[in-house]
């Protein structure tokens, strides 16, 4: 089965803490995956993908293939990444399944 | 991104009606899908369609259907709303022409779905 899985609902942290949200995937072949991101009042848009292997806002994902994660990360949190960020995998008919989103906080 | 739009944003009805989504895009991409989102469940896959001649089911298409006009506009119909499809649904659009492939998808800004 092809599936995304984000585990926590919530991850609250305080400005400059690091921050790491968890992805595990499951598929049978060569994934592609992404992070996507949506900031309050704003739409859904790309933040990364691991084929690219960049950097965006300070955050970085990198594929283990050996633990089938893709987790996103970022040394030191701001408070404009307070959002909701979703996984996602291309599937074998390149369509997007997404995992159901982690919204990240960050406090003063 | 403003070259994906929706209407209406917002929407307010009853069970049993018939409700119109209506998606346009101004980017030229081929692909167009609809989502629904709902707390705790993510994005989930409603539609898609890879041309004006396509349209597929996605995860969850029961009660819904959708028509792709051309390939600017792809609309999603629910024939007789129940209260369980209130949602938030979005349109995004994808590109995938010869010699090309961009994964990225791009979304409308959301339409606010109540029924009572």
């Known amino acids: 089965a092809q599936r995304v899985t984000q585990p926590e609902k919530l991850l609250s942290v305080f400005k400059g803490a690091p921050v790491e949200l968890k992805c595990n995937y499951s598929?049978?072949?060569?994934?592609?995956l992404f992070w996507y991101v949506q900031y309050s009042r704003q739409r859904l848009q790309l933040l990364l993908r691991?084929?690219s292997r960049e950097s965006i806002k300070g955050f970085t994902a990198d594929l283990n293939k050996g633990e089938t994660s893709f987790h996103l990360k970022k040394p030191f949190a701001q408070e404009e990444d307070s959002a909701m960020y979703y996984c996602?995998?291309?599937?074998?008919?390149?369509?997007?399944?997404f995992g159901t989103g982690t919204r990240l906080q960050v406090f003063p | 991104d403003a070259d994906v739009t929706q209407t209406p944003r917002n929407r307010i009805t009853k069970t049993g009606k018939r409700i119109m989504l209506e998606c346009s895009q101004t980017?030229?991409?081929?692909?167009m899908y609809w989502y629904r989102q709902d707390p705790g469940l993510g994005l989930r896959l409603i539609y898609y369609?890879?041309?004006?001649?396509?349209?597929n089911k996605g995860e969850i298409s029961d009660g819904y259907s959708v028509s792709r006009q051309a390939q600017a506009k792809f609309s999603l119909s629910l024939e007789s709303a129940i209260p369980n499809q209130t949602a938030l649904y979005f349109c995004?659009?994808?590109?995938?022409?010869?010699?090309?492939?961009?994964?990225?998808?791009?979304f409308g800004p959301g339409t606010r779905l109540t029924v009572l």
């Open positions: 995004a659009t994808s590109d995938l022409r010869q010699g090309k492939n961009t994964d990225t998808q791009y």
């Open positions: 598929y049978s072949g060569s994934p592609e």
């Open positions: 691991h084929i």
């Open positions: 996602a995998l291309k599937d074998n008919t390149d369509k997007l399944i």
């Open positions: 980017k030229g991409h081929d692909r």
């Open positions: 369609s890879f041309d004006v001649k396509d349209i």
